[in-house]
């Protein structure tokens, strides 16, 4: 069993940053691409943003570009997501996602592209 462990949420206050990290634990396997989702209060999950296999083709959402940075080391086969200038309106449960097979080139913006999950991080933006 593959399972997404996420951490480096916590509280902080607008203007602030923080690093979120993403690993996996259990039965190893080789992602492809890897994405972040979020879940503000109240609201459906959201992409937010995604990383292709090598590294060097990334996707974001509106609301994170300039502000966030996806990377990931593929010797851990662990991504980051670092989150900058926070708002108030980052609040949300964050989630990492992981695609098993196929292609290992280009990135992944839905849901339902992805195979593995993690339980979820609470990121809480205070203004």
């Known amino acids: 069993q593959v399972q997404l462990v996420e951490s480096g949420g916590g509280l902080v206050q607008a203007g602030g940053s923080l690093r979120l990290s993403c690993a996996p634990s259990?039965?190893?396997?080789?992602?492809?691409?890897m994405g972040w989702f979020r879940q503000p209060p109240g609201k459906e999950r959201e992409f937010v943003a995604a990383?292709?296999?090598?590294?060097?083709?990334?996707r974001y959402a509106d609301s994170a570009k300039g502000r966030f940075t996806i990377s990931r080391d593929n010797a851990k086969n662990t991504v980051y997501l670092q989150m900058s200038s926070l708002k108030p309106e980052d609040t949300a449960v964050y989630y990492c996602?992981?695609?098993?097979?196929?292609?290992?080139?280009?990135?992944?913006?839905?849901?339902?592209?992805?195979?593995?999950w993690g339980q979820g991080t609470q990121v809480t933006v205070s203004s």
């Open positions: 990383i292709s296999w090598s590294g060097g083709d990334t």
């Open positions: 996602a992981a695609r098993s097979g196929g292609s290992y080139y280009g990135v992944r913006i839905l849901e339902d592209e992805y195979d593995y």
């Open positions: 259990g039965r190893t396997f080789s992602s492809r691409a």
